[in-house]
DNA sequence: CCCCCGCAAATCCTATAGGATTTAAAAATG
DNA sequence: CATTTTTAAATCCTATAGGATTTGCGGGGG
């Protein structure tokens, strides 16, 4: 069920598709749409209260992100769960990624990108890490944008294209981990760490926090994670 | 204009988004659509002889592919030619993410896959090598086979899904306009180094004669390329 | 009690219609 | 002839209708 979103403005002109999209996102993302679950094109357009049209052209965008499967003839359904090793796999491919995304952004550092990370850092403190979704989305929100906001900056769109090919299962990991916000402490001091690299404008250092960081991720969700 | 293929044969059961996606991935890659130019969605469904719906949904999931974008409300339009700087950072982004694909790959070979990665050097060359994209598609299918099917084994679904969002091999034609391809005997031969090396069950070797093979292609692209 | 069949609902998919807006052409005016 | 205005066509977008198929369910037969 995907219940639409309360502050719905009407907005001038906009592409109901797009809002459609969002819509489906933050259900996905919310945990609302639970793993495996089918995502009905009649279904949803019925609970957006729009018609099949949008909704089949926001489902097919979304498809890229990993987030949905599509079989044809049989229709959409939420990405399976998980493993451990799943998420094993997940961080390797971050370790390759990411130092490059941080050396490179760090080699073309601007004032403003720097204090949008000085914002996320400041987020990540001051955001709650109850156990339920809507007390660690804010942490998420601000997680994913520090390490967005350097992959948008490396300069090279096609390493931010393979970062987003990964970024949206980070989140869903957690999500659906069961693990909640542990090791949050941990976490901000390594991404200052990332970020004092940044600010002294050395771009080795900085590749090899964030390889220190995402390797510590990995390593925690390992312990923490249920077995098997 | 997007014109039918001829040799379009009435399968039992089949999403006609699906045949429509590829009727105009088909005419992108000929060049029969210029870079920059509008595509419309009535016009291609008057063309194709369909109605708007299944081009909608397949043009949706062409964006993706960078090949045309898409803005809110004006339609879709082929993508803008692609410049040095975007062929070197696609370059970049492969010597980032391929040697690991190979590596890993490597650590796992199997006699099928090893069968599959000669065949498809065999089929390197025996391609023709012609100016125009219908001679020279083979040769660009043979080597979009050779790198994914390493990156398909490398036994981590993140590292093909980063592979993947590259769409390497679907980009390059658009260097390559008019050019056709100008350095098979060498790639061929890197490619052969690069089976060398995994027949072997050296994974780094392997991954360094990846390396210098996309090396490479950058390198000759970059002294080839029209204009500056 | 279990299995199978038939009907109804749901679903995917495509076509069609029409509203809102932009674009292009044609007509009218200076 | 140049410029502006008006009109027609094209285009994007969404809704609706209906065909083909699958899925769920309840009743009847073994």
Chains 1, 2 share one sequence.
């Not at 019925?46 to 949905?68: F, I, K, M, N």
């Not at 294209?161 to 981990?177: D, H, I, K, N, S």
Request: with cysteine; proline share 6%; net charge negative.
């Amino acid at each position: 069920m995907i219940t639409p979103s309360r502050g719905a403005r009407p907005v001038s002109r906009q592409v109901l598709a797009d809002h459609v999209y969002e819509e489906i996102l933050e259900s996905l993302m919310d945990g609302r749409l639970e793993p495996g679950s089918p995502v009905s094109i009649d279904g949803t357009a019925r609970d957006l209260d729009v018609s099949p049209t949008p909704v089949r052209e926001a489902l097919a965008r979304l498809e890229h992100t990993g987030l949905v499967v599509r079989v044809a003839l049989k229709g959409y359904r939420v990405a399976p769960v998980f493993s451990r090793d799943d998420f094993a796999n997940l961080m390797d491919a971050r370790l390759v990624i990411e130092p490059v995304t941080t050396q490179l952004a760090c080699r073309r550092m601007s004032p403003e990108v720097l204090s949008g990370l000085r914002q996320a850092i400041a987020d990540l403190k001051e955001a709650p890490r109850g156990p339920s979704f809507a007390e660690f989305r804010d942490y998420l929100d601000a997680d994913e944008r520090f390490h967005r906001l350097i992959a948008e900056n490396s300069g090279n769109p096609f390493m931010l294209a393979a970062y987003e090919a990964l970024g949206g299962q980070v989140q869903r990991f957690r999500l659906f981990g069961g693990v909640g916000i542990t090791d949050a402490d941990h976490a901000i001091a390594e991404h200052q760490a990332v970020f004092r690299a940044i600010e002294l404008g050395d771009p080795e250092a900085a590749a090899a926090a964030m390889t220190e960081h995402v390797g510590k991720v990995r390593q925690r969700a390992m312990q923490d994670a249920p077995q098997a």
